[in-house]
């Protein structure tokens, strides 16, 4: 008789699929360059990759996928390249507020809206009002983000509660913490992908990825297919993850 497919895993001893990845969209810059085009082609070329992948995590039943489009540091770079990128955010937007309650994909920006323009807050107004009916997918894109920008805001949201009177210093928890970040209320990532050859995280969800399995490919973003991303989810599925335990 054949095994249900939770006993075959077992055996197997595979991790079950993941509920969340995060990915961090870099390589477009290099993408472009080696073709001799401008930076920004790599941009354009880089949100069809992310369009593609989404679609592609929402057939797949994922629950939550994080992306990392544009960092606190990425402020650096010229204001063409910045305008092009933010361009390219606020055509996604408008785009999402058409078709995400179609296709059941909810979405999430996490970071600090305060430096974006009003246009793009307005969107994110929208796409969050329109999120409260999508029961799939949730997409998290991840704009004017930087992890410890994410976690000193933490720390002052707590401090507030302290100040006001509604907690005591010595009853904050791990989980109080968490709750307060972007991503509060969604489970820590089990995979985090980072194609365009680079072996760091660049300030990237430094306190959810205490236990994630990190996968780095030389694949610019550009160039990563959906092939590749299921070959991710296999090596995931496949690690032992011991948690600091003995497995
Ligand atoms: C990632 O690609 C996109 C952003 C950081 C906004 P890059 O623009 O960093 O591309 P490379 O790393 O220079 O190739
Ligand atoms: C990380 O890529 C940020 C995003 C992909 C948005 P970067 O290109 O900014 O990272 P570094 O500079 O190589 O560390
Ligand atoms: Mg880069």
């Known amino acids: 008789m054949p095994l249900f497919k939770k006993e075959q895993e077992a055996a197997a001893a595979l991790n079950p699929m993941p509920r969340h990845i995060a990915m961090v969209m870099d390589g477009n810059g290099r993408w472009a360059t080696s073709r001799g085009l401008p930076r ?48 390219l955010l606020r055509v996604y937007l408008l785009e999402s507020c058409e078709k995400m309650v179609k296709e059941n994909i909810g979405l999430r920006i996490m970071g600090d809206e305060s430096r974006l323009s009003e246009g793009l807050r307005a969107l994110i107004r929208e796409t969050d009002e329109l999120s409260k009916q999508t029961t799939g997918l949730q997409v998290n894109v991840c704009l004017n983000y930087g992890a410890r920008m994410e976690i000193t805001r933490a720390a002052r949201l707590l401090a507030e509660d302290v100040k006001a009177g509604r907690i005591a210093v010595s009853d904050i928890t791990e989980e109080m913490v968490s709750e307060r970040l972007y991503s509060g209320g969604i489970p820590d990532p089990e995979l985090i992908i980072r194609p365009g050859a680079e072996k760091r995280m660049s300030n990237f969800l430094l306190w959810q990825s205490a236990y994630s399995e990190l996968y780095f490919t030389d694949t610019l973003w550009p160039d990563f297919t959906e092939a590749e991303l299921d070959g991710a989810i296999t090596w995931y599925r496949s690690r032992k993850r011991r948690f600091g335990g003995v497995k």
Do not use: D, Q
């Open 40 to 87: 920004t082609a790599g941009h354009k070329e880089g949100a069809e990759t992310f369009r593609r992948i989404a679609t592609h995590c929402s057939h797949i039943g994922l629950e939550y996928l994080t992306v990392y489009a544009f960092s606190t540091e990425n402020w650096t770079r010229s204001e063409a390249e910045v305008n092009a990128i933010m361009e």
